[in-house]
RNA sequence: GGGCCCGUAGCUCAGCCAGGAUAGAGCACCGGGCUUUUAACCCGGGGGUCGUGGGUUCAAAUCCCGCCGGGCCCGCCA
């Protein structure tokens, strides 16, 4: 990030500009569900302000929602009857859930909730108000007025010739209310207004019909949008912003926004990082319009703390990311050791750095409750059904750690994860010939064993007599029992979860 | 048809853009300490042909070209 952060400033300087805002942007789709690729630009954006701040300079991350957007499909979680509002801006439809003033508000609000969770502040604007309120307007005309020649250059670098017929504008139909079907046909300078026809248009290899309508957009109003090609560029000058990155999948609008915002607007793009996309299990790419499937942030934080996601977005920008609740357990343990570096003051800068923006720069004064997630994995799963809280507290409390707030949030996750996925897997594992005999004395020890510190010391016991290392001995007991290379405090999971005569079992089959 | 990303220690990743000395970190592993461990702690150690072949250079993980392996995006939708 520092090192993101320092390449922005050198081009900021060689080009000139002022230093005492370095804004950053990151959009919003507000057309569907919000996943975790939605969150990943804001959290990045967001941490890149940061690390501007850190060196010194002003900075803020601009949130834009793109809520002018036609609704292109109905989402699998939404009513079938939206199909009736197909295409029109989402800003205008309402709120399938009845809870927030348009589908565009609930969208949104979902994403902005799960980034402020995870700590992040932001700057929002609304599409609609952005328009409405004439912030793009010179841009717009000035955009509109050399339309062949943006039309031309979309035609070069993208191939799509579209806009070398229509305006790169999509005027809202003042009849149908819908806003892709409508032709751009002309600009007026002096008005300020686009004349359009509703003729109709393809998407997704459906034809919809326009409704004919003949009228003028007023471009100093929310009467339409920019196309995407140009839209960013139009942005990018009004808000003055100096990075953006990117996925992919949008390359090819980057490139074309680049050079309109260069050659049309007279203004250098912003510093731009693209990034590859998130995966889903299936290695394909998260779409917001295939539902259920889709994992978000809030499920995320349903088994981790928003931390650990923020860990995922920021310990690595490059290269493809398949986004999986696998990744929990082993991130959450990240965290930890990475706190533990932290708060010990001594790890590796690199390390506590990473630690200190999956935090936002602000983490906690003293060091978290960290108890290995694992471990709460495993007692969910060996937790009595219904009282899986009530049990793994107890367990808890009888291994000596302190049971807190923060610790019964972590426990809660934890047996959301168990319910969910299912036990962390461990390792396979073939006891090594060394310790058998030790382990079979072990046996022995557990089979009559009723008191466990009795059984405790039993298997220091057994391990000196044998010459072996204690903490070797208990590792494989562990391996044995649990197929994890440590555990609980031994001899009171034996005696009191596990139960000594199963022990027993598991323990002599290891040994024949 | 066009384009992009990844390949560095067993694992997760730095380093590459602006080429320099024995290539780093955490975890894991090995050894030692702590006379019984909270899935702890402390000290030390081993471990990498930097995917591969060539080129440029006094010098290449780093720059250029080819190849292999893994994966993705775009193709007139935003």
Redesign the pocket.
């Known amino acids: 990030m520092d090192?993101l952060a320092?390449?922005i400033v050198e081009r900021e300087k060689s080009l000139g500009r002022d230093l005492s805002m370095i804004r950053t942007e990151a959009g919003i789709?507000a057309?569907g569900f919000v996943h975790i690729g939605s969150v990943s630009d804001s959290v990045r954006a967001y941490a890149v302000s940061l690390a501007l701040k850190n060196l010194g300079y002003g900075s803020e991350m601009a949130q834009f929602a793109?809520d002018m957007?036609g609704l292109?499909s109905v989402p699998a979680e939404i009513p079938q009857s939206f199909e009736k509002y197909l295409l029109q801006p989402v800003s205008l439809i309402p709120d399938p859930f009845k809870c927030h003033e348009s589908y565009a508000v609930h969208m949104e609000s979902m994403l902005l909730e799960a980034l402020t969770k995870a700590g992040v502040e932001t700057k929002l604007f609304r599409g609609y108000q952005v328009y409405d309120s004439g912030l793009l307007k010179q841009q717009i005309a000035a955009i509109l007025a050399r339309s062949k020649d943006v039309g031309l250059k979309i035609?070069e670098t993208?191939?799509?010739?579209?806009f070398t017929e229509t305006l790169p504008y999509?005027p809202l139909c003042r009849s149908c209310g819908r806003i892709?079907t409508t032709n751009a046909l002309g600009f007026d300078q002096k008005t300020g207004r686009v004349h359009y026809v509703c003729k109709g248009?393809?998407?997704?290899k459906r034809w919809y019909q326009g409704c004919g309508y003949e009228g003028e957009a007023d471009v100093s109003r929310a009467e339409g949008?920019l196309?995407?090609?140009v839209?960013w560029a139009a942005r990018w000058a009004a808000l003055d912003i100096r990075f953006e990155a990117y996925g992919?999948?949008?390359?090819?609008?980057v490139k074309v926004n680049d050079w309109v915002c260069e050659n049309i607007l007279n203004t250098p793009p912003p510093y731009h990082v693209?990034y590859?996309?998130f995966?889903d299990e299936s290695?394909?790419?998260i779409s917001k319009s295939r539902g259920v499937s889709v994992f978000t942030p809030d499920s995320w934080y349903r088994y981790a703390t928003p931390q650990s996601l923020v860990l995922l977005l920021l310990?690595?920008?490059?290269?493809?990311?398949v986004v999986s609740p696998r990744l929990i357990p082993?991130l959450m343990n990240?965290l930890?050791?990475?706190a533990?570096?932290y708060y010990?003051g001594?790890?590796?800068p690199?390390?506590t750095g990473l630690y200190a923006y999956a935090h936002f720069l602000k983490p906690p004064n003293k060091r978290p409750n960290t108890?290995?997630y694992?471990?709460l994995v495993?007692?969910s799963s060996i937790a009595p059904e219904g009282k899986e809280k009530e049990f793994v507290v107890s367990r808890l409390k009888r291994?000596?750690?302190?049971v807190d707030e923060e610790a019964l949030d972590r426990v809660g996750k934890a047996i959301e994860y168990f319910k969910s996925f299912g036990q962390v897997p461990g390792e396979r594992f073939a006891l090594e010939e060394a310790f058998k005999p030790a382990v079979a004395e072990v046996a022995e020890a557990v089979k009559n064993a009723s008191v466990a510190?009795q059984l405790?010391?039993a298997v220091?016991?057994i391990a000196r007599r044998h010459g072996l290392?204690?903490?070797?001995?208990?590792?494989q007991l562990?391996r044995i029992l649990?197929g994890?290379?440590?555990?609980?405090?031994?001899a009171v999971f034996v005696v009191e979860d596990l139960g000594a005569q199963r022990a027993y079992e598991i323990l002599k089959s290891a040994v024949a």
């Open positions: 090192n320092w390449k789709a057309s793109d957007d292109r035609a993208t191939g799509q010739k579209k999509f892709y248009v393809e998407i997704k949008k196309s995407w090609k839209e992919k999948d949008l390359a090819d609008s693209q590859e996309l995966l290695k394909r790419k310990k690595r920008i490059r290269g493809t990311r082993a990240e930890d050791r990475l533990q570096q010990s001594t790890g590796d690199r390390r108890i290995p694992n471990l495993f007692l291994y000596g750690y302190t510190e405790q010391s220091f016991e290392n204690p903490q070797q001995l208990f590792q562990y649990l994890q290379d440590s555990g609980p405090r031994f």
